[in-house]
């Protein structure tokens, strides 16, 4: 069992400048008069030292007492050396007495996962945290956010204080969390041990068809592509010019005896001395192997001219051999193949007009929120149209699924446990957008939990944080983000690897490239940062790559602006500007 405290523990979340001290002093004497004694654990991140110089407790401290506790009668203050490895937030928590304290309030670790009050304020316009902190369980500001959290006056410091003194009344102890799945549980899984988690669970399609042509494209071979003919099929002409005889290639006059058009044949054989006027990708006659382009000849009646001297001639110049391109009984492609533009054509170049492919993948998709419209409906008051379902549904497109689409789904208990009732008959993988925060309004895990099964829901990454992944028995469900940049992010990086797995495309791996940053970037430890970022070739044929705009994980045009999302590892604090970095490239992804 986690160390931990049976007291309220409260944080507030803020960027620099927001008055969070202000605040707190405001509001300490505020939760005192209501009888709530509070505790505070704040976190420096400098050297802090509380002793002075030449006191006794210092000269003790300093002669290697560890720890130097010193009382009198007004207050006491322990003194750990702590020798650069701090103490967990945990076993900060414990060192608080429960039987004298009511609350513990938190300023600092904002890495750590437990409930916070966001405090916001319009003219710093800062980005808002709680579109990607679950642990946020109301916002304090002087603005209207999107949400479905609490909204608290950022000035009226007696409001917070309610708002407090209720929550106490109902804010479970730390302790009773488990790891797994739980907005504070500081064991939030990795994009890696997601996504592993996540492929363990995918089971590859099994049922194939024959697929004619037209239909082919997107869809991933079930069986090796084998060549029952050679391509070319016979020896012929790449130009325009004139064929001949390798042993003539001294000889500047030939006789004129032929001509030959593609689609047509010269019967003959060849002799010494004769060449036959050839088109482009028609056959060359018998024995002929050379041909010397149109441009390089003169010709007078029946006669050909070569200037050697000007025009060199090589055997085999200008002949494209049968089998060139492909060997017949040759591989073409292997299983698992996805057919795109190319790979179409070359199957029709084999002349085969249908091959076997992996039934494409059923995908149930739906939106969930009181405040998503369709497009094309008049506008309503305090809602937003639809994008989600329309970037998924291109992107399920793009990689040959079938959809099934559930439209928009209410954020009602009952209107999702029938559709995803319904869902889970007819689709073999589910996928939704919304829903799945800690809002009032996400009912997404109660429904999941009732019918199938959570493996988890929430990774250490953004955007994208809050993501459920799940299932129904064999059927696999994605609980998407509502923010239309995370629904983009978790799509390319979870449900695609999934559905290529599950379409039976083992040889997929996406894209990675080195790039060198074009400026200072920052990322939290232990979290996965996706930044949309647009990447080029520099003069010295380098690829480098810079941010775009703003990054908040509701706007969408960073998506359609950028070519490429910037991957800041878990374990990478600060990219310097001309540091190489990991670049993953969306121009063949969207
Ligand atoms: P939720 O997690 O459901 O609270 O959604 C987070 C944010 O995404 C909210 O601001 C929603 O309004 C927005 N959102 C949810 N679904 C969609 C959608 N289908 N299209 C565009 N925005 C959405
Ligand atoms: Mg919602």
Same mark, same amino acid.
């Given at each position: 069992?986690?160390? &931990? ?297 029946? &006669? $050909? ?26 591989? $073409? ?78 954020? +009602? ?23 799945? &925060? ?48 995370? $629904? ?12 290529? +797995? ?48 703003? +990054? ?39």
């Amino acid at each position: 069992m986690r160390q &931990s405290t049976p007291l309220p523990v409260l944080g507030f979340a803020a960027f620099s400048g927001t008055g969070k001290t202000t605040l707190l002093e405001a509001l300490l004497p505020k939760l005192l008069q209501k009888g709530v004694r509070v505790a505070m654990i704040k976190h420096a991140h400098h050297n802090f030292d509380i002793d002075t110089p030449g006191k006794d407790s210092f000269r003790l401290r300093k002669a290697g007492a560890n720890p130097m506790l010193i009382s009198s009668n007004f207050r006491n203050a322990m003194m750990t050396e702590t020798h650069d490895e701090p103490p967990s937030f945990y076993q900060l928590l414990e060192r608080i007495s429960p039987d004298s304290v009511d609350l513990i309030l938190v300023e600092g670790f904002k890495d750590e996962t437990f409930p916070k009050i966001e405090l916001n304020r319009n003219t710093l316009k800062k980005p808002w945290l709680f579109e990607d902190d679950p642990n946020i369980i109301a916002l304090a500001c002087d603005s209207v956010p999107k949400t479905d959290l609490p909204l608290l006056d950022i000035n009226d410091i007696s409001g917070i204080c309610a708002f407090i003194f209720q929550w106490i009344q109902k804010s479970p102890p730390l302790k009773k969390y488990n790891a797994s799945c739980d907005a504070f549980s500081k064991d939030i899984l990795s994009v890696k041990e997601g996504l592993k988690i996540i492929l363990e669970h995918i089971k590859p399609q099994s049922q194939t068809l024959n697929l004619p042509l037209e239909k082919l494209s997107h869809h991933v071979l079930s069986e090796p592509l084998i060549s029952a003919v050679n391509v070319p099929s016979t020896t012929n002409s790449a130009m325009d010019g004139y064929a001949i005889l390798s042993q003539d290639l001294t000889q500047e006059r030939f006789k004129l005896v032929g001509e030959i058009h593609a689609g047509h044949e010269y019967a003959l054989a060849l002799k010494k001395g004769e060449c036959v006027k050839i088109m482009t990708g028609a056959p060359l006659p018998k024995n002929a192997d050379t041909v010397v382009m149109k441009e390089q000849a003169q010709t007078e009646k029946e &006669s $050909v001219f070569f200037n050697l001297t000007k025009y060199p001639i090589t055997k085999g110049q200008n002949v494209r051999e049968a089998g060139e391109d492909i060997q017949k009984g040759g591989l $073409v492609f292997p299983v698992g193949t996805r057919i795109c533009a190319a790979k179409l054509g070359m199957i029709a170049s084999l002349g085969m007009a249908s091959a076997s492919v992996f039934s494409p993948i059923k995908v149930a998709l739906f939106s969930t929120g009181d405040e998503v419209q369709n497009p094309g409906t008049p506008p309503k008051e305090n809602c937003i149209y639809d994008a989600n379902r329309q970037t998924l549904r291109a992107m399920l497109t793009k990689l040959g699924c079938e959809i099934l689409d559930f439209g928009i789904i209410k954020d +009602q208990k009952t209107a999702l446990e029938e559709v995803l009732h319904q869902a889970k008959k007819e689709a073999d993988i589910i996928i939704s957008s919304g829903g799945v &925060s800690v809002g009032e309004a996400d009912h997404i895990k109660t429904v999941l939990e009732k019918q199938g099964k959570i493996h988890f829901w929430h990774l250490n990454m953004r955007p994208g944080r809050p993501l459920v992944f799940g299932s129904f028995e064999t059927c696999p469900f994605f609980g998407l983000p509502g923010n239309p940049v995370a $629904v983009m992010v978790t799509f390319l990086e979870f449900v695609e690897p999934a559905l290529r +797995q599950m379409q039976g495309e083992h040889l997929w791996k996406p894209q990675r490239l080195t790039a060198l940053a074009q400026e200072t970037l920052y990322s939290k430890k232990g979290r996965t940062e996706y930044i949309r970022g647009i990447y080029s070739i520099n003069h010295k044929a380098q690829i480098e790559v810079q941010t775009i705009g703003a +990054q908040g994980s509701g706007i969408l045009s960073s998506m359609n602006e950028a070519n490429c999302l910037i991957e800041i590892s878990p374990e990478t604090l600060k990219i310097n500007k001309n540091d190489a970095l990991c670049i993953i490239p969306l121009n063949t992804r969207l």
